[in-house]
């Protein structure tokens, strides 16, 4: 910039701080007690500024501070996992964990609280919503040794430990049981997997769920029963905004993907 350049620029900055920066009594001028302060100022702003820019020139890794929810089946398998790649893989990202059903995840995410959340998902997305897999799970009945006859014997005797009915996955086992449940069946609803496999475990029930957690909590006296259909499983997706313009997604299904790009997805 030429002189004159320069001492519009100062002129303008003074009349926009309301204070004299130079004492133009000396030649060359020199900086008054305001000036050497706000120069002082000045130059924690062109280091935050500098810092910005680099911030956001990550050659297309994660960064930034991200909202994340897990429904909380998903979030013992997933999250440690998830965290552990995204220290290794973007540093430069932060995450904000939270919990909740699947339905209330959504409705979140659908109001710009959330970017993202790993939910069990429905047949289709919510309007303005969009899935990406992550991981399918089969679904398995849970039930004390001896008792491990079919759904109908099932129902006739021994009460049946439902998760969660107004959560995603409560959804998924409601419409498999509910052709099974006859007048005097004894349903026994629980907000708790721990809780659940427990009352099993002691020989009180039966219970349908996915097998990871089923079997992370099974004790001696219960046994797993895989002949449910094929089809009964949950998927598990990343649903994001279809609005948001987030770029960083396909980076973020990356981080869950890490460790289990051989696992069966939705």
């Not at 909380?72 to 997933?78: K, M, Q, V």
């Not at 009180?204 to 797993?224: H, I, S």
């Amino acid at each position: 910039m030429t002189l004159s350049a320069v001492s519009t620029q100062i002129k303008t900055l003074e009349e926009e701080l309301g204070v004299l920066l130079f004492d133009r009594a000396h030649r060359p001028p020199r900086l008054t007690p305001q000036g050497r302060a706000v120069c002082a100022r000045a130059e924690d702003v062109l280091e935050r500024e500098t810092a910005l820019v680099a911030e956001c020139q990550t050659g297309g890794a994660l960064a930034g501070r991200f909202r994340i929810g897990f429904v909380a089946t998903a979030s013992i398998l997933l999250l440690p996992d998830f965290l552990a790649h995204a220290q290794a893989e973007a540093p430069k990202a932060q995450f904000d964990i939270e919990t909740g059903t699947s339905i209330a995840l959504e409705d979140r995410v659908t109001a710009g609280q959330l970017d993202a959340a790993v939910v069990t998902a429905s047949q289709f997305p919510p309007p303005g919503l969009r899935y990406d897999p992550l991981l399918r799970e089969r679904l398995v009945l849970a039930c004390p040794e001896g008792h491990d006859r079919d759904l109908d014997g099932l129902f006739r005797t021994l009460p049946f430990f439902h998760f969660q009915p107004q959560s995603g996955i409560g959804k998924l086992i409601a419409d498999h049981v509910v052709p099974y449940q006859m007048a005097d069946t004894r349903m026994i609803y629980l907000d708790s997997v721990e809780a659940i496999m427990e009352c099993v475990n002691r020989g009180l029930g039966f219970t349908l769920l996915p097998e990871p957690d089923a079997r992370r909590r099974l004790g001696a006296t219960a046994c797993l029963r895989f002949d449910t259909p094929d089809t009964l499983t949950r998927d598990l997706v990343l649903v994001t905004s279809d609005r948001s313009g987030f770029s960083g997604l396909s980076g973020l299904v990356a981080l869950f993907h890490a460790e289990r790009r051989d696992q069966p997805t939705g």
